[in-house]
């Protein structure tokens, strides 16, 4: 025989405490609801079902006012009552119990039935056409956030100690789902904010482009992003110190901000460093632009040294834009030009250079010493940025062949420089042509968005084309259209397919096969010659690490 003890409750008692510890919990998942107006909703239909309420309101404390401000009423309301009033407050005096809350973090109840029943308490309850309440202090840090008010019809039983005790719970309950969406919030705005300037980082920058962009390609709305660097931080650093650097970083960052308020759907960021950013959404290119143009008078009317400034929109003419990679590229390609071109206005991707900046005499000097890492007059911060970027791409293919692995190296300088494309070749031992085996268009520059057909498999002679040749003995040559010392034929294919400039390695591989990695640039591009050391590295590395693996 089996000994055991009856259930202390039946099944309607046991039923409504179910319910009553479900509230409870459903009161701190609330606190992942979204806004504090959203946790408010989800919290009040919740009490409302723990305490068995006709109606349930929350209010704010303000203790040096002293008077509660309602912020939603839920359920059953009164004639004059509205679900998420703008305007209803109520008097430190309208019930005494209001200062017991204040002072002894109690609840209290009130009953129009009481034999001393207090006048304001029924003058209230008679109002909202209710016969009881219950109302209970609701803390947040140890201080009184607000007040958990609720009530009951004549149809219903009045509320008891049991309730008054439940209510206390519940509104301890509500604080506790409020102090965690508090820290939430602040963990998430820590998340996505730079602690120096207070703007946006550079996650709040490629979230925001993420939705951006999402809806660009299911409705057509217009996405663009200003790219910035601010001139001279360096060298600020260096004559004035850190602290100094940091006040000239604010300085900037509150410009930035003054320029994306005057664009709804606009966000401010720094990327890092002297790197910042404005990722527009839903507003024209032209006025993009304008904003743009405005930050750089900001800058050159202040203290500041000056920025350079680049602009890529997807209203623009140039190509398709499908990820936030893509235009990041564009935006900084642009950005890159302005610097090299000492521009005082932005450089807008597709649109080419302004006349003011063309005829600049310093329009083709390289950027100043001290400007960044340099190295031989050249800027490291592109080149270290590739190489880390190649190095990893390859050590995640050791097993890839020379010809896989040189398109790993080609779609790397693909991210970093923006090129129209790029061709991969190669040459048998002991001939003298060459073999196109690989290749990959972005863009044609005469017709935006559409392809520059390329055979796979096409032959040329090497002796046709000096330059390429002595690339494909394993140099680098990097060549532009308006270097006088371009050989004509290699200038001839330049202009045939709309390019202004070009990059060229080659390598050999241990079966003495050479292979040849052209990379191919027009105006929206980086500056080729920069890409020098890491494209020499990484070539190297391919055919090497290929081979060992064999």
Known sequence: MTVGHEP???????????????????????????????????????????????????????????????????????????AEPHDETYAEDISSHLTVMAEQL???????????????????????????????????????WGELFVTRTALEPCFDDGDVDLALVV??????????????????RMAHTDPLTGIGNRRAVDES?????????????????????????????????????????????????????????????????????????????????????????????????????????????????????RLFRLADAAQYRAKRSRATVPIVAGRGLPSSVATHPGAQAPIAAGERRMFRGRDLSDTARLLRAGLGALDDARSLGVEDRLVLV???????????????????????????????????????????????????ALAEYPQTALALQGHVVALNANDPDTD?????????????????????????HSWLLEIIGDAMSAPMADYELSLRALMGLAALEATSTA
Not at 17 to 43: F, N, P, Y
Not at 171 to 188: C, K, R, W
Not at 431 to 458: F, K, L, M, Q, Y
């Open 410 to 460: 080609a779609e790397q300088v693909g991210e970093q420089c923006n090129p129209l494309g790029w061709w991969i070749s190669r040459a048998e031992p002991d001939r003298e042509v060459v073999r196109t085996v690989r290749h990959a268009i972005h863009r044609d520059p005469s017709r935006p968005g559409e392809e520059i057909t390329s055979d796979i498999g096409n032959e040329y």
């Open 209 to 325: 482009l993420d939705i951006a962009l999402s809806r660009h390609r299911s409705d057509g709305e217009s996405v663009s992003l200003i790219v910035c660097d601010l001139n001279g931080l360096k060298r600020i650093n260096d004559e004035q110190g850190h602290d100094a650097g940091d006040r000239a970083l604010v300085r900037f960052a509150s410009m930035l901000s003054a320029v994306s308020s005057t664009m709804p759907g606009s966000m401010a960021a720094r990327l890092g460093g002297d790197e910042f950013s404005i990722v527009a959404a839903g507003v024209p290119a032209d006025t993009v632009v304008e904003a743009a143009n405005e930050l750089c008078r900001m800058v050159l009317r202040s203290p500041l040294e000056g920025v350079s400034c680049g602009v890529a929109s997807t209203d623009d003419d140039v190509g398709e834009v499908e990820t936030a990679g």
């Open 8 to 82: 202390r409750l039946g099944p309607a008692r046991r039923e409504h405490v179910a319910t009553r510890l479900g509230a409870l919990a459903e009161i701190a998942r609330a606190a992942w609801a979204g806004s504090q107006m959203d946790l408010l909703r989800a919290v009040a239909a919740s009490a409302s079902e723990a305490l068995g309420a006709a109606s349930v309101s929350i209010s704010r404390w303000d203790a040096e006012v002293g008077h509660l401000q309602v912020l939603i009423n839920h359920g059953d309301l009164g004639p004059h009552e509205v």
């Open 106 to 144: 109690a609840g209290w109840s009130a009953n129009v039935d009481d034999s001393e029943p207090d006048e304001v308490d029924v003058g209230l309850l008679t109002s909202l056409e209710k016969h009881c309440c219950v109302g209970a202090p609701i803390p947040l840090d140890g201080l009184i």
């Open 171 to 188: 509104a301890a309950q509500i604080g506790a789902a409020l102090a965690t969406a508090a820290h939430l919030e602040n963990v998430d």
């Open 488 to 512: 004509p034929a290699e200038l001839a294919m330049l202009d045939g397919i709309g390019a202004t400039t070009l990059l060229m390695a080659g390598v050999t591989d241990a079966e003495g």
